[in-house]
């Protein structure tokens, strides 16, 4: 319990470094009939305690072991394809991750990558703007999922297993009241807003999973930040070890189940809870469009 409790702290007092919300305007949310959904790059997972107890229990054993000579923090990928911060020795069995990078011809707008540099890997982003796109639709909007995500600006040397970089990294994001991309042209697709999707605590913590959805609500024509708020949750689903087993599928089928609740959430504080006027007068409504897609995986 009491290591609940410093959590809970510590979760209160990132959450308190956050930039504030923005409620977007009424008559703003009631223009919106087409919304571009784009996934933000995730943190990789933090886990504690560290994974490699469990893989060597050597580690769990035997104090005496000097760690520091045999052990790094490296980001591997474990066999579901979760991406993880954590410990790994020279013999270890899991795969550490190395960064691919777009090729040029790929980078059709500055700032956002293809999701497939990414297709080796599990980002919870990506299913959550999948999520995202799905409620958008039931609710009487057109959603597009474009195939693309915003990679964090964060130079390669500090790409580390020190979740420090990261977390800034989503904090700048999350509190610049203007785009860091030019979404400008996508005016052609007649997108009449962007919804970024991000995540702020991203962890497993004995045997509580928080995770914590930041969402911004963007005017391509403009870039300007029209809407910003985050949800979060702290669901006790069982242990890392349990979670991360069988290729990680109980923690996949815990995000989505707790991301959809966290999603929603964050649609309603946004004003996109209900379908827009005409839809509701018996006006045309309108259906999904998914561009590319973003994989359900």
């Not at 509580?208 to 930041?214: D, V």
């Not at 300007?224 to 923690?251: C, W, Y």
């Not at 006006?283 to 995986?297: F, K």
Request: aromatic content about 6%.
């Amino acid at each position: 319990m009491k290591r609940y409790s410093v959590l809970l702290v510590l979760l209160a007092t990132l959450s308190a470094c956050l930039a504030p919300p923005i409620k977007p305007p009424v008559a703003d949310t009631n223009q919106i009939r087409k919304v571009l959904v784009v996934p933000v790059e995730a943190p990789p997972l933090e886990v504690r305690p560290d994974l490699i107890e469990s893989r060597l229990p050597i580690y769990r054993q035997n104090d005496t072991v000097p760690f520091d000579l045999f052990l790094e923090m490296k980001i591997y990928r474990n066999p579901g394809g979760v991406l993880i911060a954590g410990l790994v020795s020279h013999d270890d069995i899991v795969q550490e991750a190395v960064p691919r990078q777009a090729r040029a011809a790929d980078k059709i707008i500055p700032g956002l990558e293809p999701l497939a540099s990414l297709a080796d890997n599990w980002v919870p982003t990506f299913e959550l703007a999948r999520l995202a796109a799905s409620q958008l639709s039931s609710r009487g909007l057109e959603a597009v999922a474009g195939g693309h995500y915003y990679r964090l600006p964060i130079s390669p040397r500090e790409r580390t297993a020190n979740l420090a970089h990261w977390h800034g990294a989503i904090r700048e994001w999350y509190k610049r009241d203007t785009s860091a991309v030019d979404y400008r042209s996508y005016q052609a697709e007649r997108i009449d807003a962007v919804l970024e999707i991000g995540l702020g605590t991203y962890r497993i913590f004995e045997a509580q999973a928080p995770l914590q959805l930041l969402v911004k609500l963007i005017n391509p024509a403009t870039g300007q930040v029209i809407g910003r708020t985050d949800a979060e949750a702290f669901p006790v689903k069982g242990s890392a070890q349990m979670l991360l087993d069988h290729e990680a599928e109980r923690f996949k089928e815990l995000v989505v189940e707790v991301g959809a609740r966290l999603v929603s959430q964050g649609l309603s504080d946004l004003g996109l809870s209900s379908p827009p006027r005409n839809a509701l007068s018996g006006g045309p409504t309108l259906e999904t469009s998914v561009a590319e897609g973003v994989p359900a995986r």
